[in-house]
C-alpha cells in the first residue's frame, strides 16, 4: 500500500495530538515522531507549530472560511435565509471541533499571548470568521438584501459568537448534551435575519 504524502500524514499527526492532549502540549518534535518522519521534514512544509495549527483548522475542521469567501464573491446566490443558516451549522461545527484543540491554551497566558502574536504575523486569528461574515453580510446589503441600517459588524458577532458558545455553553446542563445543529443554526438564522432585513423581505432573491 501506497505511503500517504508526508504533508498529509503530518497534519493528520498534528490534528490527532492537539485534539488529545491540546494545542499548549503538543510539540513538532512530537507531531513528527507520530507523522514517522523527522522534525527537520516536518519544518519543510510548516514553518512553526502555529502555521500547524492554522493549517489543521483550515484542512481538518468544517469549512468555513472557504463558505464565507464564495458567499461574498457571489451575492444574491440562494436565499439570505438558507446562506445564513449554513454559515451557522458550519459555524456551530467549527467551534466544536476546535475548542478542544485551542482551549489549553488559555490556561497559559504567555504561551498565548506567543501564539497570538504568531497568528498576527500569518495573518489569522480568531477574529478571521467575524470579519469575513461582516464581508457577506455587507456584500448583502449592497445587493439589497440587508436593510441599508443594519449593523452588518454586530450581526456576523452575534451569529458567530452564538456559535461558539453552543461549543461549551451546555457541557453543564442535566444532560450535559449540545443543540441538535440543524435546528440551532436554522432558529439562529431566522432570529437574526428579523434583525437585519425588512419585515416583508427574507432575503429571497430579487426578480
Same mark, same amino acid.
Given at each position: 500500500m501506497e505511503?500517504?504524502? *508526508?504533508?498529509?500524514? +503530518?497534519?493528520? *499527526?498534528?490534528?490527532?495530538?492537539?485534539?488529545?492532549?491540546?494545542? *499548549?502540549?503538543? !510539540?513538532?518534535? /512530537? +507531531?513528527? @515522531?507520530? *507523522?514517522?518522519?523527522?522534525?527537520a521534514a516536518l519544518y519543510k512544509y510548516?514553518?512553526?507549530?502555529? /502555521? %500547524?495549527?492554522?493549517r489543521v483548522l483550515a484542512e481538518r475542521l468544517p469549512r468555513l472560511t472557504p463558505l464565507l469567501s464564495s458567499l461574498t464573491a457571489e451575492p444574491g446566490r440562494g436565499t439570505l435565509e438558507?446562506? %445564513? !443558516? /449554513? +454559515?451557522? @451549522? &458550519?459555524?456551530?461545527?467549527? #467551534?466544536? &471541533?476546535?475548542?478542544?484543540?485551542?482551549?489549553?491554551? #488559555?490556561? /497559559?497566558? &504567555? %504561551?498565548?499571548? @506567543?501564539h497570538d502574536d504568531a497568528l498576527r504575523r500569518l495573518g489569522s486569528g480568531p477574529h478571521k470568521p467575524i470579519h469575513d461574515l461582516d464581508a457577506y453580510l455587507r456584500a448583502e446589503q449592497v445587493a439589497g438584501r440587508v436593510r441599508a441600517d443594519a449593523d452588518t459588524f454586530a450581526a456576523a458577532s452575534l451569529l458567530l459568537g452564538a456559535c461558539a458558545q453552543r461549543a461549551f455553553a451546555y457541557d453543564a446542563t442535566e444532560t450535559g448534551e449540545r443543540p441538535p445543529v440543524d435546528d440551532f443554526a436554522a432558529r439562529l438564522a431566522r432570529t437574526l435575519l428579523a434583525g437585519i432585513t425588512a419585515a416583508d423581505d427574507g432575503? @429571497?432573491?430579487r426578480p
Open positions: 505511503q500517504r504524502p *508526508a504533508r498529509v500524514r +503530518i497534519l493528520d *499527526a498534528a490534528h490527532e495530538l492537539m485534539l488529545t492532549v491540546g494545542l *499548549a502540549r503538543t !510539540t513538532t518534535k /512530537e +507531531i513528527a @515522531r507520530a *507523522a514517522g518522519c523527522s522534525e510548516f514553518a512553526s507549530k502555529e /502555521e %500547524l495549527f492554522v438558507e446562506n %445564513l !443558516t /449554513e +454559515i451557522a @451549522r &458550519q459555524a456551530a461545527l467549527f #467551534y466544536e &471541533q476546535s475548542f478542544p484543540i485551542a482551549g489549553s491554551l #488559555y490556561a /497559559e497566558t &504567555q %504561551l498565548k499571548r @506567543r432575503g @429571497r432573491p
